[in-house]
T-cell receptor
Framework: NAGVTQTPKFQVLKTGQSMTLQCAQD?????MSWYRQDPGMGLRLIHY???????DQGEVPNGYNVSRSTTEDFPLRLLSAAPSQTSVYFC???????????FGDGTRLSIL | AQSVAQPEDQVNVAEGNPLTVKCTYS??????LFWYVQYPNRGLQFLLK??????LVKGSYGFEAEFNKSQTSFHLKKPSALVSDSALYFC???????????FGTGTRLLVSP
């Protein structure tokens, strides 16, 4: 039982490049979310999804896109990377928004 | 709007002593409250939650938290700290009827031998 799997674990990008952070869960959870973690700021919600085909914005959505074509996968796209997007990104899932979330181990992203 | 405050960046305690990590919240309506722990280079792990019922909630690894509605607090406690409890602790809140979970800034717990 893998839980929540995030790939890659580490990535270095140049300003202006695009990339997709992958997130997959094998628990058949409907609710999935993306957070970024920055020192002194805790976790901030980027986007979330309450089921396949349904997504919505969190606190800090600018510069990021998401889609949810299947229950299992919830990729996060950076359209044109900026140094301000250097962060650790966490994906999480839960059966619904009321339940505790299961977190992946994160993707550490540096943008030069 | 929902918000969570963790007023202490770091809490230091000696092994065997009781520990408290503070959390206060602000929501419209009834809160769902959570505590998570994060070890180095890992994702967050769920410790305990309050939704309704008994104000004292017991969770994993001997941790407990007390919900106080009048003080809008949800402090994390443990009667006897272990060195292995050293980690980063996050409080989170979600208001009834809202889908978004809001996290505090985290408190680093350091337990010395």
């Amino acid at each position: 039982n893998a839980g929540v799997t995030q790939t890659p674990k580490f990535q270095v990008l140049k300003t202006g490049q695009s990339m997709t952070l992958q997130c997959a869960q094998d628990m058949n959870h409907e609710y999935m979310s993306w957070y970024r973690q920055d020192p002194g700021m805790g976790l901030r919600l980027i986007h979330y999804s309450v089921g396949a085909g349904i997504t919505d914005q969190g606190e800090v959505p600018n510069g990021y896109n998401v889609s949810r074509s299947t229950t299992e996968d919830f990729p996060l796209r950076l359209l044109s990377a900026a140094p301000s997007q250097t962060s650790v990104y966490f994906c999480a899932s839960s059966p619904d928004s009321h339940q505790p979330q299961h977190f992946g181990d994160g993707t550490r992203l540096s943008i030069l | 709007a929902q918000s969570v405050a963790q007023p202490e960046d770091q809490v230091n305690v000696a092994e065997g002593n009781p520990l408290t990590v503070k959390c206060t919240y602000s929501v419209s309506g009834n809160p769902y409250l959570f505590w998570y722990v994060q070890y180095p280079n890992r994702g967050l792990q769920f410790l305990l939650k309050y939704i309704t019922g008994d104000n004292l909630v017991k969770g994993s690894y001997g941790f407990e938290a007390e919900f106080n509605k009048s003080q809008t607090s949800f402090h994390l406690k443990k009667p006897s700290a272990l060195v292995s409890d050293s980690a980063l602790y996050f409080c989170a809140v979600r208001a009834t009827g809202f889908q978004k979970l809001v996290f505090g800034t985290g408190t680093r717990l350091l337990v010395s031998p």
